[in-house]
């Protein structure tokens, strides 16, 4: 049995923040059937009210990790 989920589709350059429309790292699929996209910071912002409401959330944050090496990592 394979546990693998079928990823919607990638998040591309195209996809938007919908709160400040930086590039979306986060798609959350609501149990209503509609997909919100997150940027990395608003994703981590609003993760504890997301995950009440969300059936799925594909997390591409660890695409991010090679950005700046002076961020702190304190948080895994
Ligand atoms: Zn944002």
Request: overall charge negative.
């Amino acid at each position: 049995m394979t546990t693998v989920l079928t990823p919607a589709s990638p998040l591309t350059a195209a996809d938007r923040c919908d709160r400040c429309g930086a590039q979306a790292y986060l798609r959350v699929v609501l149990a209503s059937g509609g997909e919100l996209l997150f940027c990395a910071h608003h994703g981590r912002k609003f993760e504890p009210e997301l995950k009440k409401i969300a059936v799925e959330i594909q997390d591409e944050t660890g695409r991010l990790s090679t950005t700046s090496a002076s961020a702190s990592d304190d948080e895994r």
